[in-house]
């Protein structure tokens, strides 16, 4: 079985640029979330998808984040424009139902380097 | 928001000694999970503890949760090379997310 995919592994940018980050989760996963991690921290949710659904994004900077799983698959996450506080590591994650009985299966991440 | 937090913040052992590290956290929780992070990688799920165990093994890690003292140990006996990463306790928020605390770095030297 695949995990979940992420591309790109890593992404360097200037600042005010845009970035996009993809998201591949585990087949049949209804559950996907994306997390931010800074240099020696625990990832922080920055939002939790329930199929096609955005059901807690209020730990979205939505003046310059935004993301979308608009078949309840793959997901985007967007920055625009990135600053220089945006550099660390974004996670994704699935999992097969919103139980926080259920474990998260994690990617590898997409580390953003911003200039 | 509730948070767990790890201690000690880094840990360094010899191979095949025991390696213990602890979370606290603040509120009442449905369960807490443990994580490890090899580096430059994704977390790996590694145990789920209930609020209502109060021990939990699997192969070389015992995790333990006190829920009165709002904490929890996870326990790596014999400990390898390979152990070396960051552990994190992840605690459910009484809803569908968790919150993970900042992690605890363990290195195994050979």
């Known amino acids: 079985e695949a995990g979940v995919v992420q591309s790109p592994r890593y992404k360097i940018i200037e600042k005010k640029q845009p970035v996009a980050f993809w998201c591949n989760p585990i087949s049949g996963h209804n559950t996907l979330y994306w997390y931010l991690q800074n240099l020696g921290q625990g990832p922080e949710l920055l939002i939790r998808y329930e199929n096609e659904e955005a059901v807690d994004d209020s730990q979205l900077p939505k003046d310059r984040f935004s993301a979308e799983r608009l078949k309840g698959v793959d997901s985007t996450l967007k920055i625009q424009p990135a600053e220089l506080g945006d550099s660390a590591v974004y996670l994704c994650a699935s999992s097969s139902s919103p139980s926080s009985y259920n474990e998260q299966f994690f990617g590898p991440g997409t580390r953003l380097t911003v200039l | 928001s509730q948070q767990g937090e790890e201690d000690p913040q880094a840990l360094s052992i010899q191979e095949g000694e025991n390696a213990t590290m602890n979370c606290s956290y603040k509120?009442?929780?449905?369960?807490l999970q443990w994580y490890r992070q090899n580096s430059g990688r994704g977390l790996v799920h590694l145990i789920l503890?209930?609020?209502?165990?109060r021990e939990k093994h699997s192969g070389r890690l015992r995790v333990t949760l006190d829920t009165s003292k709002k904490s929890s140990s996870l326990l790596i006996t014999a400990s390898r090379a390979a152990d070396t990463a960051s552990y994190f306790c992840?605690?459910?928020?009484?809803?569908?997310?968790?919150?993970f605390g900042p992690g605890t770095r363990l290195s195994v030297l050979p």
């Open positions: 509120t009442s929780i449905n369960n």
């Open positions: 992840a605690t459910d928020d009484y809803g569908q997310n968790f919150v």
């Open positions: 503890i209930r609020s209502n165990e």
